[in-house]
């Protein structure tokens, strides 16, 4: 299960839309790695100024990994994340994790490329 849905928020999605807020709550309580790195890495891009920060580290343990998996596959939480930091995220392999200006369309559009994804491969990668 990627979230532990407090009931509250369950009610809430049975009752029709659910607040952004309270999922990205949600989120947080539920994915701590993830969120950990995520707002590093926001922090990290607004200090400097640059167009975009990530992440080269990979997760400490499978339950990290698993974590970052969870959170940057579903579209709901990933959404949610980029309008409550007003970023955009990307994402390859198995950590690496990149915050966006969201104006830094051109460096967004060269991360996500396949050239960007081949040479960010290395052998310890493989199994991540």
């Not at 969120?35 to 992440?55: C, H, K, M, P, Y």
């Not at 580290?57 to 579209?75: F, I, V, Y």
Request: with cysteine; hydrophobic share 40%; glycine share 4%.
């Amino acid at each position: 299960m990627s979230l532990t849905v407090p009931n509250e928020l369950l009610d809430q999605a049975r009752a029709g839309e659910v607040d952004d807020e309270a999922f990205v709550a949600c989120v947080r309580d539920s994915l701590p790695y993830a969120w950990a790195l995520i707002t590093g890495l926001v922090r990290q891009r607004r200090e400097s100024g640059a167009e975009f920060a990530d992440n080269h580290t990979p997760p400490p343990d499978e339950a990290a990994r698993g974590q970052l998996l969870r959170c940057l596959a579903s579209d709901a939480m990933r959404g949610a994340l980029e309008r409550h930091f007003g970023v955009r995220l990307a994402f390859q392999n198995c950590h690496r994790v990149a915050v966006f200006d969201p104006t830094a369309e051109k460096a967004h559009a060269e991360f996500i490329t396949a050239r960007s994804q081949i040479l960010n491969q290395s052998p310890d990668l493989v199994d991540c």
